[in-house]
């Protein structure tokens, strides 16, 4: 009886060993933390295949788009480049006087923010800056393990690089032109280079053990519209039409309505009054020209990402900086606050979770920061004004039903289908209004700011806006919440 009872302790303790060497062979490696694939397309607006304008040829964007969570109604917080990005990057509201303009900084006018990179960079991720993320190159230099931009200068390609290198392609008069279409390959423009360097990185960071942060910083369809001639012959010319808005409805505030300067320095551009219709429509194609030209170097970047097999474990979000106008309101650039400058495609792939669904839900662009620190567990740093959007992608009820964007003095909110504009004074006193609603007007050509009937309304609009434009809207001082 004692040896079979020492038999049975010994079998058990043999189970026992067995089972606790079994337990751990299953166990599995700690899983890498979630890339990220963050790309920036400068001048993009929501007119693409996968937002309804089927005339454009967008077919790598439509692709990430079905597998994606495409939001209709983002907003940037400010339609100019340089504050756009800075703003969006450190996660806080513009200002009178923070994030002005195309020079803005996020180093100078928001010193104490925590940047998105930054806040990857300190959780131990790799984060790598290609192309234009920021405007100004070296901002926020700190926050980035490299920075990397194509030599050269996109604004005088063509006088400086173009005839070089390139044939004499040129279509310049008395100055760089404001589109070229040349018989070049896809890396002769800033864009083919970008891609390019992408594509290199993620055959490097494949094999990484730390996570990474990659950027990607595309230019077109800025200004001018370069791309190659195969590109342009992807659209007809003569089935391009002037859009529904070309008019400027005496209701709206003359305010609203600025020169496009931009557009007017090039060199092939009359310097003042409306576009001849032939020039006008040159222009909408060279546009639609570059769209799909910056949709194929996106499609190599993201075509890479899955032949690396770090497509499974990366989430990629997609951005235009803010909209354009193309004719609108016989507006062209940004610059303005007519919601076709504001509103801005945005694009957010999570493996596992998204499937190409359509979110009506209203966001803006400062709630991209939090949101991707709750994507992948990391903690939001106290400085951001933005509101995650995990919900969303989680399919869970939107709560916020409304949007802050600025131009110069001019501030909107957006809520629900009212879109509502002060042009204010340094003291916040309004001096301008206009008013649209979008279930009537949703191509905002009937100001009703004025119309006595909406005096109440106007009202309380303006109270909201005030208690959502940002505490500090009116000063210049940085606001964080050790001060």
């Known amino acids: 009886m004692k040896r079979l009872c020492i038999y049975t302790l010994g079998l058990l303790t043999a189970l026992s060993s067995c089972q606790e060497v079994k337990e751990k062979s299953t166990v599995r490696p700690e899983k890498k933390p979630m890339n990220v694939l963050f790309i920036a397309v400068d001048d993009l607006r929501p007119e693409l295949n996968f937002y309804g304008a089927t005339h454009i040829k967008s077919p790598n964007l439509d692709k990430l788009a079905s597998q994606s969570l495409v939001f209709e109604r983002a907003y940037c917080n400010v339609p100019v480049c340089g504050a756009s990005r800075a703003s969006l990057l450190t996660g806080t509201r513009p200002s009178r006087h923070r994030f002005f303009d195309y020079k803005a900084r996020a180093d100078t006018d928001a010193p104490n923010a925590i940047s998105l990179p930054m806040t990857f960079k300190k959780n131990g991720y790799k984060t790598i800056s290609n192309g234009k993320i920021y405007h100004n190159i070296d901002d926020d230099s700190l926050a980035w393990d490299k920075i990397w931009f194509p030599k050269g200068n996109i604004r005088n390609y063509q006088l400086e690089k173009n005839i070089k290198q390139n044939g004499n392609a040129d279509l310049a008069m008395g100055g760089a032109s404001a589109f070229e279409m040349a018989q070049v390959s896809d890396e002769a423009y800033f864009d083919g ?141 940004k610059h303005v606050n007519f919601e076709t ?37 990391l903690e939001v740093p106290n400085t951001t004004e933005g509101v995650s959007f995990l919900p969303i992608i989680n399919g869970e009820e939107n709560t916020k039903n409304w949007a802050v964007s600025k131009f110069k003095d001019g501030v909107t909110l957006i809520k629900g289908d009212l879109f509502y504009t002060e042009w204010t004074d340094d003291k916040g006193v309004a001096y301008e209004r206009m008013l649209f609603d979008h279930k ?36 210049q001082k940085y606001i964080t919440d050790e001060q």
């Open 341 to 377: 400058a504001l509103r801005a495609p945005l694009v957010v792939k999570v493996p596992g979770k998204t499937h190409g669904k359509h979110s009506n839900a209203i966001t803006e662009f400062i709630d991209i920061y939090p949101t991707l620190c709750d994507l992948t567990g």
């Open 193 to 333: 280079e970008i891609a390019r360097k992408g594509i290199e990185d993620l055959k490097k960071l494949k094999n990484s053990k730390e996570p990474f942060f990659l950027a990607m910083g595309f230019m077109k369809p800025h200004l001018p519209f370069n791309a190659p001639k195969k590109y342009w012959d992807l659209y007809d010319r003569s089935k391009i039409d002037l859009p529904k808005t070309y008019l400027q409805p005496k209701s709206t505030p003359n305010k609203a309505f600025p020169n496009y300067g931009e557009l007017r320095n090039y060199g092939n551009i009359p310097r003042k009054g409306d576009l001849p219709e032939g020039l006008a429509k040159e222009l909408i194609h060279g546009y639609y020209a570059c769209v799909s030209y910056v949709d194929a170097q996106i499609g190599l970047v993201l075509d890479e990402l899955e032949k690396t097999g770090l497509a499974e474990n990366t989430i990629v979000v997609l951005w235009g900086d803010h909209g354009w106008n193309l004719g609108d309101h016989k507006l062209w650039c």
């Open 440 to 475: 009537v007007d949703a191509l905002e050509l009937n100001n009703m700011a004025e119309n006595p009937e909406n005096k109440e309304l106007v009202k309380e609009l303006a109270t909201e806006l005030r208690q959502k434009w940002g505490s500090d809207y009116l000063t």
